[in-house]
């Protein structure tokens, strides 16, 4: 790609961007090579504005959040990742027991929002290291709740750069699945319906489930959560841990001693030693178990 080209059309238009900037310190991972654009744009108009640069100029174009379902490739991404992070993360009331939040806005402080407003019906989310626009995308969910029980709709640009939005039945979501998992949208924001709530009370359920996540799952260890997707009649960590590969290690990636359905970097893991280690499970839990584990981490480059 001509850097050139994009400097001089990002000048122009206010855009903030780094060139071949690391990846690995944008995931949660803290794997992954380097970005030939690391575009940060502030506004929808900016998206809608890079989405036809990159059109036009036939550049391929990524979206990234806070990084915390991905494994990108150790050799990087070509062309322009249009990063959405604290300057698209702005939040506001659109009544009493709705919230509006741009993309790049973290779940936690979406769900800290939702406390301060003594809104109940998002506590789920709280400790989800992710942020909107990828809670959208993946219909994120845990303890039982999931996005698509509270989220009302949807802002989005399309590949033309375009502005639109998904409501109601439009969102398709599903299990870990949105009408955006197709990536053919740009996630801009969502309006999440809440209901009012005591806050003490609130508070203390967003308490409990994070000490839950603290307890159970390997929070001091870089990882992109949940490794593999729910199986039909199965729990992926139960079949892992069945089959004895708890601290399966390929490199610095192991299949984590505490929970069996996360992989974590222990040091120093790359892309290639996570891909292999993913392998190996999935063949082991086939042959012992009949049951083919589908990754839930999105894989980049």
Partial sequence: MENKAFKDFALEHGIKFLEHEELSKHTSFKIGGPAEIFAKPSSEEQVCEIVKFCKENEIPLLPLGKGSNVLVSDNGIAGVVMYFGSDFGKIKLLDEETIYCEAGTSLGALCNFALENGLT?????????????????????AYGGE??????????VDKNGETG???GEELQMS??????????????????????????EIKAKMDDLLGRRFDKQPMDKPSAGSTFKRP?????????DQCGLKGYRVGGAEVSTKHAGFVVNI???????????????????KADTGF???PEVEILG
Wanted: glycine share 14%; hydrophobic share 45%; net charge negative.
């Fill in 121 to 141: 019906g998002l506590e789920f989310a709280y400790g989800i290291p992710g942020s909107v626009g990828g809670a959208v995308f993946m219909n994120a969910g």
């Fill in 147 to 156: 996005i698509k029980d509270v989220i009302v709709y949807a802002d989005h």
């Fill in 165 to 167: 939005r998904f409501a």
């Fill in 175 to 200: 299990y870990r699945h949105s009408a955006y998992s197709a990536k053919e949208y740009f996630i801009t924001g969502a309006a999440f319906k809440l209901q009012k709530g005591d806050k003490a």
């Fill in 232 to 240: 039909e009649g199965a729990f992926a960590s139960a079949l892992i």
């Fill in 267 to 285: 040091g120093g893991a790359t892309c290639a030693d996570v891909l292999e280690l993913i392998k190996g499970v999935q063949e082991k839990v």
């Fill in 292 to 294: 083919f584990l589908e």
